[in-house]
T-cell receptor, first 113, second 114 residues
Framework: ELKVEQNPLFLSMQEGKNYTIYCNYSTTSDRLYWYRQDPGKSLESLFVLLSNGAVKQEGRLMASLDTKARLSTLHITAAVHDLSATYFCAVDTTQGGSEKLVFGKGTKLTVNP | GAGVSQSPRYKVTKRGQDVALRCDPISGHVSLYWYRQALGQGPEFLTYFNYEAQQDKSGLPNDRFSAERPEGSISTLTIQRTEQRDSAMYRC????????????FGDGTRLSIL
């Protein structure tokens, strides 16, 4: 059974600081997704990582995937308050397609002024 | 439509009643997924359709839960003889097709069983 673990689960940081969220998973997969969820809202797709060594960047967020280590990271650069949200990684358990996603428990990020 | 639409947004019902939750995916999206999200947790997979075919229902908790997508567009998740443990946020997602595509989530239906 695929397990997805994120850490930390809670992260409080100051504006302007850098930090990394980690996502480990237990079985082979080469498709990993990052989502953002604001309180009371739906999930918004941030990144789709489809191969070993994939790196995607959008603004102050950068995601990477190491399939050999079964590890993805979400790096936050010079955090701003608007980045406060819960971030989920999700791993595709099937060969050949986005079907059954297994989500981590999420990392609740709070960026303080 | 512009996004995945779910209805109702909130449903409160008494234990033992049946409920039907509706999902209208993004126009043209072939794949449709149902998830359940408990408070403070990530979504948990329930079932998945390609067009009208239910490809995987391994996440449905028991036989009180069923889903259909008869014309390959709108889907209904039905829970029969509801129990308090069924209370959760039920989310629908769709993707252009099953493969290398992100799933786009709806706002969900908050189900409360009294």
């Amino acid at each position: 059974e695929l397990k997805v673990e994120q850490n930390p689960l809670f992260l409080s940081m100051q504006e302007g600081k850098n930090y990394t969220i980690y996502c480990n998973y237990s079985t082979t997969s080469d498709r990993l997704y990052w989502y953002r969820q604001d309180p009371g809202k739906s999930l918004e797709s941030l990144f789709v990582l489809l191969s070993n060594g994939a790196v995607k960047q959008e603004g102050r967020l950068m995601a990477s995937l190491d399939t050999k280590a079964r590890l993805s990271t979400l790096h936050i650069t010079a955090a701003v308050h608007d980045l406060s949200a819960t971030y989920f990684c999700a791993v595709d358990t099937t060969q050949g397609g986005s079907e059954k996603l297994v989500f981590g428990k999420g990392t609740k990020l709070t960026v303080n002024p | 439509g512009a996004g995945v639409s779910q209805s109702p947004r909130y449903k409160v019902t008494k234990r033992g009643q049946d409920v039907a939750l509706r999902c209208d995916p993004i126009s043209g999206h072939v794949s449709l997924y149902w998830y359940r999200q408990a408070l403070g947790q990530g979504p948990e997979f329930l079932t998945y359709f390609n067009y009208e075919a239910q490809q995987d229902k391994s996440g449905l908790p028991n036989d009180r839960f069923s889903a259909e997508r008869p014309e390959g567009s709108i889907s209904t998740l039905t829970i029969q003889r509801t129990e308090q443990r069924d209370s959760a946020m039920y989310r629908c997602a769709s993707s252009r097709y099953a493969g290398d595509q992100p799933q786009h989530f709806g706002d969900g239906t908050r189900l409360s069983i009294l």
